[in-house]
């Protein structure tokens, strides 16, 4: 167990529709990371998160939004989705700045877009 | 684009056997990273070295970095049919000011008992 918690662990929703992804990061951990893994691809980079910041963004499409609260968890809003939005998507944390160390991984939310 | 890349993209062993992994990547970096992925789950760290070291060992892991040639290999010896999984690389590549970790495309290890 990473201590990163991800819900919901599957969701099946219908085109053009809109889901919200939630991760608690590990406790401590003030950065969040967000990726997409599609079907046997590699992890895509989404966006990443310091103590409530933006501080990198990736290849993230603009029907595609996150934040962090104040709390330190994150949500990914996935809006308009497409059938090509299915896919796995993972949150991780870490103690350290973004991008100087080990990432822990939820268990991901599978998203299937109908 | 992605930072890095591993090779082969998949590799099928015999359990006992050793298996090789590389990863080239494309641009300076602070530090590297393995991680493996079992099917559909999340991914778990393994190693991280970083750009002054030339070599590490975790267990039966041993990771190389070759800064000259943008590079890396991870080695796991004595495989066992439990390491069949995917291996990732990932390299932080600054932009906007900030570090963000990259992953590569994976190499699917199984390993045959």
């Known amino acids: 167990d990473s201590g990163v918690t991800q819900t919901p662990k599957h969701l099946i929703t219908a085109t053009g529709q809109r889901v919200t992804l939630r991760c608690s990061p590990r406790s401590g951990d003030l950065s969040v990371y967000w990726y997409q893994q599609s079907l046997d691809q590699g992890l895509q980079f989404l966006i990443q998160y310091y103590n409530g910041e933006e501080r990198a963004k990736g290849n993230i499409l603009e029907r595609f939004s996150a934040q962090q609260f104040p709390d330190l968890h994150s949500e990914l809003n996935l809006s308009s989705l497409e059938l090509g939005d299915s896919a796995l998507y993972f949150c991780?944390?870490?103690?350290?700045?973004?991008?100087?160390?080990?990432?822990?991984f939820g268990e991901g939310s599978r998203l299937t877009v109908l | 684009s992605q930072q890095g890349e591993e090779d082969p993209q998949a590799l099928s062993i015999q359990e006992g056997e050793n298996a090789t992994m590389n990863c080239s990547y494309k641009?300076?970096?602070?530090?590297l990273q393995w991680y493996r992925q079992n099917s559909g789950r999340g991914l778990v760290h393994l190693i991280l070295i970083r750009s002054n070291e030339r070599e590490k060992h975790s267990g039966r892991l041993r990771v190389t970095l070759d800064t000259s040639k943008k590079s890396s290999s991870l080695l796991i010896t004595a495989s066992r049919a439990a390491d069949t999984a995917s291996y990732f690389c990932?390299?932080?590549?600054?932009?906007?000011?900030?570090?963000?970790?990259?992953f590569g495309a994976g190499t699917r290890l199984a390993v045959h008992p």
């Open positions: 641009t300076s970096i602070n530090n």
């Open positions: 990932a390299t932080d590549a600054f932009s906007g000011g900030y570090n963000k970790l990259i």
């Open positions: 991780a944390s870490s103690v350290e700045s973004p991008g100087t160390g080990e990432l822990f």
